[in-house]
T-cell receptor, first 113, second 113 residues
């Protein structure tokens, strides 16, 4: 059974640029959620994808967008990067509708300069 | 507006003693609660969960207690081990929200040998 994997692990971008982060869900899982964890804070829900459709969104602007593919892997895209977007981005997979527990990848550390 | 609160940022206990980590919540729609453990440079790892229909759930050294009337839950670790030293996050999910988690800020637990 493969766990949740994210790429890249670290990334440095310039303000105004665009970034794409990738996530492979755990084997057998059909749902991917993305979270942003700023320094000293808990993870904050960005959005969730279930069967390739967005299934809920947190309080993040439209420049945060995502995709889920038929194999349940996912991408998080952030346009027009701002300095405050610097954070750890976590992907979590789960199996809906039967399970609430989400299993996390190791995260992508994004630094915007 | 913090819906899940972990008011103590850190806790230090002696190896072999009990660790009690507390969490309060304000949203009455939360019906499922989870604890995650996070080591540096890793993603959060699921520890234990509890449904709102229960007041206690136990898994080995870990027990979670839920007091719905007080909107309070706690994680007990007995006996504490040095390997338990990590950041612990309390998280909650709303009715029908399917693994969209709201996290607290986390508590840093240090277990002294």
């Amino acid at each position: 059974e493969t766990g949740v994997t994210q790429s890249p692990t670290h990334l440095i971008k310039t303000r105004g640029q665009q970034v794409t982060l990738r996530c492979s869900s755990q084997s057998g899982h059909n749902t991917v959620s993305w979270y942003q964890q700023a320094l000293g804070q808990g993870p904050q829900f960005i959005f969730q994808y279930y069967r390739e459709e967005e299934n809920g969104r947190g309080n993040f602007p439209p420049r945060f967008s995502g995709l889920q593919f038929p194999n349940y892997s996912s991408e998080l895209n952030v346009n027009a990067l701002e300095l405050d977007d610097s954070a750890l981005y976590l992907c979590a997979s789960s199996l809906l509708p039967t399970k609430t527990e989400a299993f996390f990848g190791q995260g992508t550390r994004l630094t915007v300069v | 507006d913090q819906q899940v609160k972990q008011n103590s940022p850190s806790l230090s206990v002696q190896e072999g003693r009990i660790s009690i980590l507390n969490c309060d919540y304000t949203n009455s729609m939360f019906d499922y609660f989870l604890w995650y453990k996070k080591y540096p440079a890793e993603g959060p790892t699921f520890l234990i969960s509890i449904s709102s229909i229960k007041d206690k759930n136990e898994d080995g050294r870990f027990t979670v207690f839920l007091n719905k009337s007080a909107k309070h839950l706690s994680l007990h670790i007995v006996p504490s081990q040095p390997g338990d030293s990590a950041v612990y996050f309390c998280a909650a999910s709303e009715v029908g929200a399917n693994s969209k988690l709201t996290f607290g800020k986390g508590i840093t637990l240090s277990v002294r040998p």
